[in-house]
């Protein structure tokens, strides 16, 4: 498949980079600094992450590239980039928990980006490579309780939901309410298996 073969294909960074129909996920590299600060300064996106502050100043952005390059943030944090032109649409990684069979799914795409797919396609991609490289049994994966549009990627991916809580907001400087999602192994085995019949 070729979908395969461009997972093996490594990033100089020594992430794997990533091919979809429509998009190339590769690791942040210094020249997506403006860009990721122009779409990541924004409170609609900021309010949405937990990790991210608001204003997300060219400054902010330079220190999350470096630290993605240093692993930092977790080995496969991924610019979304445009197969056709490019462009930087926004972020999608996954990142090592407690229990390292257990990875956590993050994501977030600019307005601009919005309502095309392309926050599932990314997801996709990258769930698919941590259950075909990894020793992952479990991704998790959480959304505010008021993000409709994060929680229909989530359902698309498979995700079954585990329960609520809260977590810290950089953007906001409080906790807010969020769901928690879980997507094993056999499940996504099974969701693999249904799509190809």
Known sequence: MQRDE???????DGCPVLVTERLVLRPPHREDTNALACLANNARVATMVSRM??????RDAADFIRRAKTGAIGKCVYAVTNADDGRFLGCCGIEPQDDPSTLELGYWIGEPFWGKGYATEAAHAVIDMAFRTRNTECIDVRCRVTNAASRRVIHKCGFQYQGTGMVNSLALDSAVPIEWYRLDQKTWISLRSWAAA
């Open 6 to 12: 461009d997972e093996r294909k490594r990033d100089p």
């Open 53 to 58: 502050p608001h204003p997300y100043t060219r």
